[in-house]
């Protein structure tokens, strides 16, 4: 599947299921319950090819960590054993699996997360309607700008600290749930979130 010119279709969106809820359709799920196992992917999908995609900002690979991510899960979930929530089980996976190809990556192009279409700029990440910029050619050109900072910026971090940041501030996960996410203490976490953060500073601390 080729990611030219193509933009992250938008997935149905379904409402997380509450923690009572949820833990009903693991145990279903554990048990080999078909139904059940969808439902849980269908809760999760959309963040798992949000984040796979910010992650690693080209659309083959980002479907390539989806598809793998959801195997592993239908795979492993009898090892599923609540001692932390299904989400940051969930993302450790997605995330472990972009560490891989970010390292495995050498010289591949990333793609912008703004492209240019047809019918104006498109936030590749965005699945929610949104006030488009296309009719204000000067907010046009700014988020455009903007967008491609953020990409460089974003290039600089190591694939830890990328990891920390989009979590944190596209994600909004607390420093804790990233740790456990990523298998370091709250304190290390907060201190890769302050180099990322010093990084991106200083790399848009010019854009107006």
Excluded at 91 to 115: A, G, Q, S
Excluded at 130 to 144: I, N, V, W
Excluded at 146 to 159: C, K, N, V
């Amino acid at each position: 599947m080729s990611g030219e010119g193509q933009a992250i279709p938008v997935l149905a969106q379904v409402e997380v299921p509450s923690s009572a809820e949820e833990g009903e359709l693991i145990r279903a799920a554990q048990k080999g319950d078909a139904a059940a196992f969808e439902a849980l992917v269908q809760a999760y999908d959309q963040a798992v090819l949000r984040l796979a995609f910010n992650l690693l900002r080209n659309e083959e690979d980002a479907f390539d960590v989806y598809q793998e991510t959801f195997l592993r899960v239908h795979r492993n979930i009898r090892n599923f054993r609540f001692d932390c929530s299904f989400r940051s089980w969930l993302f450790r996976i997605v995330t472990n699996l972009c560490l891989d190809w970010l390292r495995k990556r050498k010289v591949r192009k990333e793609e912008p997360v703004c492209l240019e279409t047809e019918d104006g700029l498109v936030d590749r990440t965005s699945s929610l309607p949104a006030d488009h910029p296309a009719s204000d050619p000067q907010r046009k050109l700014t988020s455009q700008e903007l967008g491609e900072r953020i990409d460089r910026a974003l290039s600089q971090l190591t694939p830890r600290e990328r990891m920390v940041f989009e979590l944190r501030h596209f994600h909004g996960m607390r420093l804790r749930a990233i740790g456990e996410i990523l298998g370091a203490s709250e304190e290390a976490t907060k201190n890769c979130l302050f180099r990322a953060t010093q990084k991106m500073r200083a790399a848009l601390g010019d854009f107006r």
